[in-house]
């Protein structure tokens, strides 16, 4: 999933121009294209986070199964 796919893109708009209107996925006005760029990156940042833990914690997993078994 990408990040542009989590994101409430009617309240983003209304956020940062006051209207649900301004601000869709496939037109962000110039304006507030640095603003949502800083919003996508950190759910990638975030999202990237989520998926490092999850392989440690898999991997984890599997290396204690290994052990209870001997």
């Not at 975030?46 to 078994?69: F, M, P, R």
Request: glycine share 6%; net charge neutral.
């Amino acid at each position: 999933m990408s990040a542009q796919d989590l994101i409430n893109w009617g309240e983003l708009s209304r956020l940062l121009s006051g209207s649900r209107m301004n601000i869709r996925k496939n037109r962000i006005p110039e304006k507030y294209k640095e603003q949502v760029a800083s919003l996508v990156n950190c759910i990638e940042t975030w999202q990237s986070e989520i998926q490092t833990a999850n392989a440690e914690a898999g991997g984890q997993k599997n290396k204690n199964n290994l052990q209870d078994v001997d």
